[in-house]
């Protein structure tokens, strides 16, 4: 079994734990669009990536979106297991934004291991910290920084993602990561076109000027 | 020596951790107004409040403030101490709202602490999930509120915090709370004058109409 070369500290293990864990753990196989987690399932467990992408956001009741974070390859889910820890009291909801396997980790599994071996806790919280920094990164974009420096920044994010400059979106899809509103995506773009940076057709943006959108994001 | 009650895992210490950090421990009063961490400065280390209140914020390169949470008696800052983990890639800034007595745990001190235990992880684990429930809220506030429902959700708190409905408050000062702009914040406030909820005068803001802040809050 491979699990053991995607989670970083499989060595700092008891025996006793390695077994239990192995004998825990399951195998998952996502669809690409399949919702994970939401905050009113149950505890889905702790999600490690084996490979796919993952996107993790939250909604307004008004069902608007905002991307807080993405999950590549060997990346670790913590907040699909939130009910391990009493203090997190928020809710994120978690879907493949590509075909994806994982593994997932049984939330209790996991909480008794965190609770009796300080190097799982320790790992918990650098996972933590990780996330946290992505969050306080986006409230600084979210504050400082206007649409159009964010849209750019997004657009060169997804190019360098899917190692190509042509990019199959919606304007409606990058509104939901950048917790905008289509019509502003829109408006957005085709200004974008105007200036050359981009270049729109049905449902692909492709980038036609990649160092006037870096420029565009340092200014 | 009174930390004991401060520290709600002292009694899971060893009695080598224990006297450890009351070897390390320092006792700090600081006078309202003063900086007391950020992101220029070496790693401070945990503060815990006996009494008294601070600020933690953000701040952009113009010089805009965000408040992102508040510390009280019994709380206990991890940011200030980020040097201990190396995945927390943010700072926030730390002054005290109010004269305030605390205590200085040495960064290097707790980290060794733990390292090796874990309810000391698990703690940390729980201090840091509490404080990234707060930022959540507040990007969801950012997000998907309006400013004047931030503004009067701002008044009510700091009635509570204060237990007077007459606040000593600048404008500036809400500004620099909630991300804004004094100018911004002023034109919002005389609305909420022209409503009747609140009174304003030099340097005060008096909450005339608690009820209809609160309506406004919940609209």
């Known amino acids: 079994m491979?699990?053991?070369?995607?989670?970083?500290?499989?060595?700092?293990?008891?025996?006793?734990?390695?077994?239990?864990?192995?004998a825990a753990l399951m195998t998952k196989t996502i669809a690409k669009g399949t919702m994970i987690?939401?905050?009113?399932?149950?505890?889905?467990?702790l999600?490690?990536?084996r490979s796919g992408q993952l996107r993790a956001y939250i909604l307004s009741d008004e069902g608007r979106e905002i991307t807080i974070y993405r999950l590549f390859d060997?990346?670790?889910?913590?907040?699909?297991?939130?009910?391990?820890?009493?203090?997190?009291q928020f809710d994120v909801t978690i879907e493949a934004e590509k075909d994806t396997e994982l593994w997932v980790i049984p939330s209790e599994v996991y909480q008794n291991m965190m609770s009796e071996s300080a190097p799982v806790a320790n790992y918990t919280n650098e996972l933590m910290?990780?996330?946290f920094s992505d969050v306080m990164w986006l409230m600084?974009?979210?504050?400082?920084?206007?649409?159009?420096?964010?849209?750019?920044?997004?657009?060169?994010?997804?190019?360098?993602?899917?190692?190509s400059d042509r990019l199959k979106i919606t304007h409606e899809s990058i509104a939901n990561h950048l917790g905008s509103?289509?019509?502003?995506?829109t408006r957005m773009l085709r200004y974008f076109q105007n200036e050359g940076m981009?270049?729109?057709?049905?449902?692909?943006?492709?980038?036609?000027?990649?160092?006037?959108?870096?420029e565009l994001t340092e200014q």
Chains 1, 2 share one sequence.
């Open 140 to 163: 600084e974009q979210i504050m400082w920084k206007s649409l159009d420096k964010r849209v750019a920044a997004f657009l060169l994010e997804e190019a360098s993602i899917e190692g």
């Open 37 to 45: 987690h939401n905050g009113s399932m149950d505890c889905t467990g």
């Open 2 to 22: 491979d699990f053991q070369e995607y989670f970083p500290i499989w060595s700092k293990l008891s025996v006793t734990q390695q077994n239990t864990l192995s």
């Open 74 to 88: 060997r990346d670790m889910c913590l907040f699909s297991a939130s009910c391990m820890m009493r203090s997190i």
């Open 181 to 185: 509103h289509r019509e502003v995506i």
């Open 129 to 131: 910290a990780t996330r």
């Open 198 to 214: 981009v270049k729109l057709s049905r449902s692909v943006v492709e980038i036609t000027d990649t160092a006037k959108l870096e």
């Open 47 to 49: 999600l490690l990536v």
